[in-house]
């Protein structure tokens, strides 16, 4: 442990030792230097938010009383000046500042970070370290690596393991909310492996959860539902380690149109209050609502919600306007980064589309290609069959039947004006098939799945009467030239 004050120490010119991991315990002296009413206000709050059992930082399932008692402790431990105290409440507030994505975070961790080495605490420097590559990532999509390092960091130093599970589970739940699955997969399964060796056991259901949330996104639903089932179980599991198997089981079976649904719904919000997961709660909600065909519930779902902006909310607010914009409602303003749902609402379908499948995200890319024409919409149908997602299907077939009576004539119109009977799928087909991809690049060119890129190149090789794709690619190079 004294390795890592020393790190700090050659880092910045700064020194510390070991000390106590999860902080020390009020002193007397500390409240004997201010007055009794102050001391016994701040014995109250202390009583409240600290000694800080790292998982204790927010009082599972009473958010709203540890903000109140953290601000109440902070302001008190100000006033009499510099301390162990002082510090262990600044990485209290910054974690309450991480989970609402507020970037006031860091300028906690920093503060607790200097009184930490002041005070030779390596558990707060750590942990405000942390915190501090934490606002970094959730700021601007940067910061990965030197977080992932942090974490390691902790998760390797003896005494400060309960440390390495907080920032790994926080790792774990920021890569989840912004859609990073691919790294949620892995650090979560990395945390969950930590935390079994460890015996941390405090964590563990609320990474399970997160893992189950992940398995939905990447299409494994049953999988997904039935671990999340298992989490629900288990008996006096926190209100805030449920809010994850809620949405999990909530969405599939609202996607598959099997019920119940809402009580779930109802009871995931209740307990994301003050959770990071609260919009995407929200979210889960308005898909519901528009998966059963209430568009104005799905409004209503995301009204309130729907002024989130800023960099960090870039992927959760867009969640809640992909919903809204599908509903028929407002989209929401102040679109400053660029997600795939913010290109869905814009109107290109077909790069949402391919950066769904990047991810893993069958379901999602299939909800964009809801965007495009006849032929995408035909995709988006054939994806949410083969997941079982009736309802999803449902909802392809209306935007099939609206886009049909647009343009009755769209196909006649569009073959017609091709010598060869070629509508303009196809011949978009064609001319990536003469420019030599083959049909996994052709569907991943036009947002379709191989074997409709497949379809569509038997259909031209039978209009043009050709035997094979070289003979098509060939016609299609005479005909550019």
């Not at 030792?17 to 206000?41: D, H, T």
């Not at 998966?291 to 960099?311: C, I, N, P, W, Y």
């Amino acid at each position: 442990m004294d390795g890592l004050l020393e790190r700090d120490t050659a880092a910045g010119g700064e020194t510390a030792q070991a000390s106590a991991a999860c902080g020390p315990r009020p002193q007397p002296a500390l409240l004997e230097s201010i007055s009794p009413s102050a001391a016994g206000a701040l014995g109250e709050c202390l009583a409240e938010c600290l000694p800080f059992e790292p998982h204790h930082l927010q009082p599972l399932g009473r958010p709203t009383e540890a903000m109140r008692a953290a601000h109440a402790a902070l302001r008190l431990l100000e006033d009499v000046g510099p301390s162990p105290q002082l510090a262990w409440s600044l990485i209290n507030m910054a974690h309450i500042a991480a989970l609402a994505l507020d970037p006031a975070c860091a300028r906690y961790a920093a503060r607790a970070k200097t009184l930490g080495i002041q005070f030779r605490d390596p558990a707060v420097v750590i942990r405000a370290r942390g915190y501090a590559s934490l606002t970094t990532v959730f700021c601007s999509d940067t910061g990965w690596d030197e977080y992932e390092a942090v974490w390691g960091e902790a998760a390797a130093t003896p005494g400060l393991e309960e440390h390495g599970g907080i920032l790994g589970v926080l790792i774990g739940m920021f890569s989840v909310v912004r859609g990073e699955f691919g790294r949620a997969e892995r650090y979560l399964a990395e945390v969950a492996a930590f935390l079994d060796r460890r015996d941390l056991g405090t964590f563990r259901t609320l990474v399970a959860g997160l893992q189950a949330l992940t398995a939905l996104s990447r299409g494994d639903w049953s999988p997904a539902v039935l671990a999340a089932e298992q989490i629900l179980t288990r008996p006096g599991l926190p209100p805030q380690h449920r809010v994850a198997p809620l949405i999990t089981v909530a969405l599939v079976r609202a996607r598959r149109g099997e019920e119940p649904v809402w009580p779930l719904l109802d009871e995931a919000l209740e307990c994301a209050t003050g959770s990071l997961l609260r919009l995407p709660v929200c979210a889960a909600r308005a898909e519901a609502a528009w998966l059963a065909g209430d568009d104005e519930a799905a409004r209503r779902s995301v009204a309130e919600v729907l002024t989130v902006s800023g960099t960090a909310y870039a992927w959760l607010g867009g969640s809640l306007r992909r919903w809204a914009h599908l509903a028929g409602g407002r989209s929401g303003i102040d679109v400053i980064a660029v997600t795939p749902y913010e290109c869905e609402i814009s109107g290109d379908w077909c790069t949402a589309a391919r950066e769904w499948v990047v991810r893993g995200c069958s379901y999602d890319a299939a909800v964009a290609q809801l965007g495009g024409d006849i032929d995408a919409a035909e995709a988006a149908l054939s994806t949410f069959r083969r997941l079982g997602a009736r309802t999803a299907a449902r909802r392809a077939q209306q935007r099939l039947a609206h886009l049909s009576d647009r343009d009755p004539d769209r196909r006649r119109k569009d073959t017609s004006a091709d010598p060869h009977g070629l509508t303009k799928r196809q011949r978009d087909v064609l001319e990536l098939l003469a420019a030599g991809h083959s049909d996994a690049a052709i569907a991943t060119a036009l947002c379709i799945s191989i074997k409709t890129a497949n379809t569509h190149v038997c259909a031209i090789m039978a209009k043009l009467g050709v035997h094979n794709r070289t003979q098509a690619a060939a016609y299609a190079y005479q005909q550019l030239r």
